[in-house]
């Protein structure tokens, strides 16, 4: 049954038991009394509902909460650094040391050795006699099939100056100098004094590149050649020669020039 709410006396505001009849208290009529809503039986379910859906609201972000929570221990956990240890992270993220080697050759095989492969290894040594040394020439022989051969009498010879101006081609140097060459027996230094030398620069046109050009143009790729890279003054310019090698009772040979930029054969 629904219930009611209380019924007063619209006069005198005394409780009365019903809407009919008079007030028991001031005679006032009571059929007048309006009719007062009842309280609907769906009330208690729906605080019921609001409540149950509160305490859901609660335990949700409790828990979420406290996943946060377990979470950000976690991560803590994971980046303490252990008595004796290292964290975690930053082992992971540790490269791996460099693996030992041996020094670096000057010279990898002594019967097909190269002016090119070997010149970085003269320049290291050169810039540390002086910061701005510069190359002033390059001597190579034997020479056979495009390479060096240092097993017997053969060398490799590196020529290195201190330019009073610019590292340019032609510039004028000091008159000391200082000459890295490599042979038979291994890599030796010296200084020397000379007048008159000019910077070569570092050729473009490789020691490989001048063999190859030269045979392609009719030198006899079996003959043995004396190989020099210089600067010239009469063809202004840095040049590449090659002369074979002839007995000392026989006619001077022909000489090969190639341009030490763009290995063009110089025809003069």
Request: proline fraction near 9%; glycine fraction near 8%.
């Amino acid at each position: 049954m629904t219930p009611h709410a209380p019924i007063h006396c619209p006069s005198c505001g005394t409780p009365v038991g019903s809407a009919a009849g008079r007030c028991p208290q001031c005679g006032a009529s009571l059929g007048a009394l309006p009719s007062l809503p009842s309280v609907s039986p769906l009330a208690p379910s729906l605080r019921v509902k609001r409540s149950t859906r509160s305490a859901a609201r609660q335990r949700n972000v409790l828990l979420i909460a406290g996943m946060v929570l377990g979470a950000g221990l976690i991560v803590a956990v994971l980046l303490v650094v252990r008595p004796g240890g290292a964290p975690a992270a930053a082992s992971a993220s540790a490269p791996a040391p460099p693996t030992a080697s041996g020094p670096v050759k000057d010279v990898e095989v002594k019967h097909q050795a190269s002016p090119t492969d070997s010149f970085p290894r003269a320049k290291a040594r050169a810039l540390t006699w002086h910061k701005d040394a510069a190359l002033l020439s390059i001597h190579a022989q034997p020479v056979k099939k495009g390479f060096v051969d240092l097993t017997g009498d053969g060398f490799m010879e590196f020529v290195f100056g201190q330019p009073r101006g610019g590292q340019l081609p032609g510039e004028a140097t000091q008159a000391k100098q200082f000459v890295v060459r490599m042979d038979a027996s291994g890599t030796h230094t010296n200084e020397r004094s000379a007048v008159g030398a000019r910077v070569a620069g570092e050729p473009a046109c490789t020691f490989f590149d001048a063999w190859t050009k030269a045979i392609a143009s009719g030198v006899d790729k079996a003959r043995l050649l004396d190989v020099e890279y210089t600067y010239s003054a009469a063809l202004k310019r840095s040049i590449w020669t090659l002369t074979p090698q002839v007995p000392e009772d026989a006619a001077p040979p022909a000489k090969t020039r190639l341009d030490g930029f763009d290995c063009a054969i110089i025809v003069r």
